[in-house]
């Protein structure tokens, strides 16, 4: 079934090297927190993952890491760790229109309990002009949080720079990225970048569901959201996940020496899926951009016209066994518009015809055919459904 995944966005499969780990680790059932040789074991193993976890991202320490339970909790993490010691102030608050609902849902939080919020705009690529970024600073602003790699449409946003606006105007605004979707995509050195926290997760870089990391520039600037027993140097309560961390750390280890490879590969890749594309189906359009340098190499988000997505999807999956997504995996049984593509400013009819498409390490060229084959087929079936459409065909 692997050849016929194609929703690495909502998560990728279990690496094998991963899962022999994980097995020869089972027996690792020491606490970490307890001071014997079995709890001493468990503990070097987190800290080895950990350290994995900062070579992957380019970190300098291993306590500059935090595990959690997932990428969404190491988002509130970030957010609402920073935004406690500003409870009885007027603040300001700045992410965008595109963010992940782990972002905008904290965002709106805050909104409630009157907290001013800027949604920033994105242009019909996806991406957030600068100006409009240097436009919303305000004297009050404490904190921004920018998804890196949008997990619809892939686009990504160019962090670096709007990390230098933002210092430029108030060098103790807070920076949060959300990287969820980029780590193990695309190169990310959050030492390179500068910026205060970043957010990403085990189950999107092939390692297991149930782990996340936050690494934080200066942890001192946060305060924690689960008490407890002082784990994670006293920054989130309960005992570690021990087999999570290591298969986690694997994870990472993994995805780091493969990078450039798989980048690589994943560019051609695209390539010659946009290239099948065009040659074998009509009237169809790209959300978001195609440009090498602003979007995921392993993610297209195209608009059929004349179809719906939900009804493609199914005869995919149904027919093909092949599995797609249209729109976030977290927010798919909810009956509404994707706010993403709502953003870009696409119509209500290109929004419900829009599918996502996202392979990764697994993926072959034979997969692109056979998807291909099956889209074309799809499609049509579709299309001559509809007589204004079948009388063109």
Request: charged letters at 20%.
């Amino acid at each position: 079934m692997i050849g016929k995944y194609f929703d690495y966005n909502a998560t990728t499969p279990l690496r094998e090297e991963v899962v022999d780990v994980l097995k020869e680790h089972i027996g690792t059932f020491g606490n970490p927190s307890s001071i014997h040789s079995l709890g001493r074991i468990a503990k070097s193993k987190v800290q080895e993952a950990k350290l994995q976890a900062c070579k992957l991202i380019g970190a300098g320490e291993d306590n500059q890491i935090i595990f959690t339970s997932s990428g969404t909790e190491a988002v509130n993490f970030a957010l609402k760790g920073y935004l406690h010691a500003f409870e009885e102030e007027n603040v300001h608050i700045i992410t965008t229109q595109i963010e992940h609902p782990a972002t905008l849902e904290v965002c709106r939080f805050y909104e409630n309990r009157g907290v001013a919020i800027t949604y920033l705009p994105v242009n019909q690529e996806g991406i957030v002009q600068i100006e409009s970024l240097e436009q919303a600073m305000r004297p009050n602003t404490v904190l921004v949080s920018v998804m890196m790699a949008n997990n619809e449409t892939g686009t990504i946003q160019p962090i670096k720079q709007m990390l230098q606006t933002i210092k430029a105007i108030n060098p103790h605004v807070f920076f949060h990225v959300d990287a969820v979707q980029a780590v193990g995509k695309v190169p990310v050195h959050v030492t390179d970048l500068g910026v205060d926290a970043l957010s990403f997760s085990s189950h999107k870089l092939y390692g297991p569901k149930g782990v996340g990391a936050l690494y934080m520039k200066d942890s001192t600037s946060l305060q924690p959201l689960v008490h407890g027993g002082g784990q994670e140097n006293g920054w989130r309560g309960g005992t570690e996940n021990v087999l999570g961390a290591i298969g986690f750390g694997v994870a990472c280890s993994l995805a780091y020496a493969e990078l450039p490879v798989q980048y690589d590969k994943m560019i051609e890749l695209k390539a010659y899926l946009l290239e099948k594309l065009q040659t074998s189906i009509a009237d169809f359009d790209v959300n978001g951009t195609i440009d090498t340098g602003h979007s995921l190499p392993g993610t297209l988000n195209v608009a059929f016209a004349h179809i719906r997505s939900e009804a493609l999807a199914a005869i995919l999956n149904e027919i093909y066994g092949i599995a797609v997504s249209v729109g976030s995996a977290c927010s798919s049984e909810k009956v509404k518009l994707s706010h993403v593509l709502q953003a870009l400013g696409h119509s209500e009819d290109r929004i419900k015809s829009s599918l996502r498409i996202s392979f990764g390490k697994y993926t072959t060229r034979e997969d692109i055919d056979y998807l291909i084959q099956s889209l074309s087929q799809s499609v049509y079936t579709l299309r001559q459904m509809l007589p204004q459409v079948k009388e063109k065909v």
